[in-house]
């Protein structure tokens, strides 16, 4: 007859196996992502700066943004940048900014610079 300490022994035992069967995985490298956004030249005081993978992977970044900066932690690769807000003249960031066909992006790499967003009221014009 077995003890239970035998019996909890073997139970680690095959915890330890099956784990280093499956390998130790370490999550991906996520970099810190900053910079300013402006809307017609002023900041934008309250609002959210978002980062969505291109290729529709669900790892989505959010950042505050607060007196026209934000700081977020993303992982690397070619993102769709979203942004919603209002300046502190209650100016409300244009909805072609909030949505995934905003036209911004930003490539993230380990040495990516500040990114900056200088966005502005005035409709694109179609060539």
Do not use: W
């Amino acid at each position: 007859m077995k003890s239970k300490s035998d019996c909890h022994l073997a139970f680690f035992a095959m915890l330890v196996a099956a784990m280093s069967a499956i390998g130790c995985s370490s999550s991906p490298e996520m970099f810190e992502v900053s910079g300013n956004v402006t809307l017609d030249g002023k900041p934008i005081t309250s609002g959210a700066v978002i980062l969505a993978p291109a290729d529709g992977s669900p790892d989505i970044s959010r950042g505050d943004l607060v007196d026209g900066q934000y700081k977020l932690e993303c992982l690397p690769g070619e993102k769709i940048v979203q942004i919603a807000g209002y300046t502190a003249d209650q100016k409300v960031v244009p909805v072609q900014y909030v949505t995934f066909d905003s036209g911004l992006s930003a490539s993230i790499q380990e040495d990516t610079p500040q990114l900056n967003f200088e966005l502005t009221t005035k409709k694109r014009r179609g060539r």
